[in-house]
């Protein structure tokens, strides 16, 4: 009983769906067959070729909504941004209105947009070579004439771009939509909104949207006397620059930061001029990136500004570079440095740019070294050491000194000198180390210049004190004594003294030409390192400025 009970009920519930459903298609069936009398009664005598007013002189309005679902493109080159919109047009046709009564309570119908008079409103400054961006669509007609297309549509407008702040830029595209042959006396255009609509956008990578206002005009033009009005959308774009900043930006300021370092390179390298070019070409790669996505126009962008300001500072650093290396290859006929070269360059710039010899500090700088009195002593232009300076100091003291004996202390500086001087006898015959003529020479006093020459004068008990005078007209305080050592016997040769002489002139000749050359490297050094700090100023200012246009 239970079971018949349950199968009762089934059955009833499948009988009301099944009435449920001939109801809804015989309802559905008569909504179709007075939707298909009302098309024929609207369509009737309906023409969709003249605007739908009852009086010619009736002014027809559209409500024109814009919706910016998408920016496709933003050609910078050719100046066309592509984007996808969704457009609504809403009107009153006076001809497609009805009793919905009459219609089984029918309020609205949906037909192909070809059927009914459509407003001519185009895009003003369509860049589209085809014209046929839009899709055709149906139109919803209601019972009281209102008209209502959406009609989603891919356009391609003209845009001015203004690329002088490429990549930290902001553009404004304007979208203008009008009638193209109905004037405001015939029909008038407002706006649904005061901005586009942004709800639905998808963002983009390269683009932020910052808004898209709308804004009414009602323009003369020379042609007609009639006003046209027309909606223009305004786009407000913000570049993001991320992708330029790590990809042009930053690889620029890496290279120009080698740009300086040429200068610490060493001249003898032979890889200064290479360093240079080499910087150079690849600045010149990142500048035609640059110039193929920029439009030709006069406004200069400010990442290309940056190339050309980098390049330039590049050609000139290899240009001083070029100049440095010929200061610094100076051979043996150079001329002596200048002067004010060598106060200003070798003194005061070489401290500033922290430039300083082997042996030398900060704390103390010496153009020369300093020599100790007495440290140098040289026998017939022979070097000895510390101790014949000793035993020459004590000979010295013992001839002016009564209480010693001089001639004791004669014989040590002879047993320590003969050993160096040619063998020779003296006039009884014996052998001695001694010769006649032997100087004993010693440097003493602060040395504040190169020595190039030397003029004397005769001092007493057999000691000569010397000035020298440098080749430049320098002052020097050098002086010198020669201790006069008499030999015990004369026993040389003229020739071999001029072989002699004639060595020791060479020698002193190759050691000024080396100190003229050591002290044209030396400038070149110090200006090496000048130029380095200021075009390492110059890549840091300019890099922090166009940093600062990022942020």
């Known amino acids: 009983g239970q079971f018949k009970t349950i199968s009762h009920a089934a ?42 007013v009852e009086d010619t002189d009736n002014i027809i309005n559209v409500t024109l909504q814009i919706t910016l679902s998408q920016i496709i493109d933003m050609d910078e080159r050719n100046q066309i941004l592509t984007t996808y919109l969704w457009i609504r047009q809403v009107w009153f046709d006076a001809y ?57 549509a891919i356009t391609k407008s003209s845009c001015k771009v ?25 029909m008038d255009i407002l706006n649904a909104l005061d901005s586009a609509d942004l709800a639905d956008f998808v963002e983009n990578v390269e683009w932020e949207v910052l808004g898209m206002p709308a804004k009414k005009n009602i323009i003369l033009y020379g042609c007609c006397s009639d006003p046209y009005p027309d909606i223009t959308y305004t786009l407000h774009l913000k570049r993001r620059a991320s992708f330029y ?63 050309i300001a980098t390049m330039t500072m590049i050609t000139a650093s290899t240009a001083l570079t070029i100049f440095i290396m010929n200061i610094h290859h100076c051979g043996p006929e150079a001329r002596p440095v200048p002067e004010w070269a060598r106060r200003f360059i070798l003194h005061y710039l070489a401290r500033i740019c922290f430039v300083y010899e ?29 101790e014949l300076a000793l035993k020459m100091r004590r000979a010295a003291a013992s001839e002016g000194s009564s209480a010693q004996k001089p001639k004791d202390h004669k014989d040590e500086v002879e047993d320590d000198l003969s050993p160096t001087l040619s063998p020779g006898t003296n006039a009884t015959g014996c052998p001695s180390g001694w010769k006649d003529g032997a100087f004993v020479n010693t440097d003493y006093g602060d040395v504040s210049g190169v020595v190039g020459g ?29 201790l006069v050592l008499r030999g015990q016997c004369i026993c040389h040769h003229q020739s071999l003294l001029r072989n002699i002489e004639y060595i020791a002139n060479c020698y002193h000749d190759q050691k000024a030409t080396q100190r003229r050359s050591g002290e044209w490297r030396k400038v070149a050094k110090v200006m090496d390192r000048f130029f380095m700090w200021i075009f390492f100023i110059m890549v840091f200012l300019m890099s922090l400025l166009i940093m600062g246009k990022a942020i």
């Open 358 to 386: 082997v042996g030398e500090s900060c704390l103390s700088v010496q153009t020369e070294k300093t020599a100790k009195r007495g440290a140098s002593w040289t026998v017939n232009g022979q070097a000895r050491g510390e």
């Open 245 to 307: 900043i790590f990809n042009l930006l930053i690889p620029c300021m890496m290279i120009s930061f080698l740009a300086p370092l040429g200068f610490y390179l060493p001249a003898d390298s032979g890889e200064k001029v290479s360093l240079g070019v080499t910087v150079l070409l690849a600045l010149t790669v990142f500048q035609l990136l640059v110039a193929e996505s920029m439009p030709p126009s006069e406004n200069v962008p400010l990442i290309g500004k940056y190339y």
């Open 11 to 52: 059955q009833s519930s499948h009988h009301s769906v099944c009435i449920s459903l001939y109801l809804f298609a015989v309802c559905w069936s008569a909504q179709g067959k007075y939707a298909h009398k009302l098309m024929k009664d609207l369509f009737a005598n309906y023409t969709n070729a003249l605007r739908p």
């Open 162 to 186: 203004d690329v002088s702040f490429f990549p930290f830029d902001a553009q404004q595209c304007r979208l203008t939509f009008g009638s193209w042959t109905h004037n405001g006396n015939q």
């Open 96 to 152: 497609l209105t009805w009793n919905k009564p009459d219609y089984d309570g029918l309020d609205t119908i949906r037909i192909p947009s070809s059927y009914v008079w459509r407003p001519d409103i185009v895009l003003y400054n369509n860049a589209d070579d085809q014209f046929s961006s839009s899709m055709e669509t149906n139109v919803v007609i209601r019972y009281d004439g209102q008209i209502t297309w959406d009609q989603p």
């Open 454 to 482: 030397c003029g004397g004068r005769s001092g007493t008990n057999g000691e000569r004190e010397s000035e020298s005078v440098g080749a430049g007209g320098g002052k020097y305080s050098v002086k010198r004594k020669e």
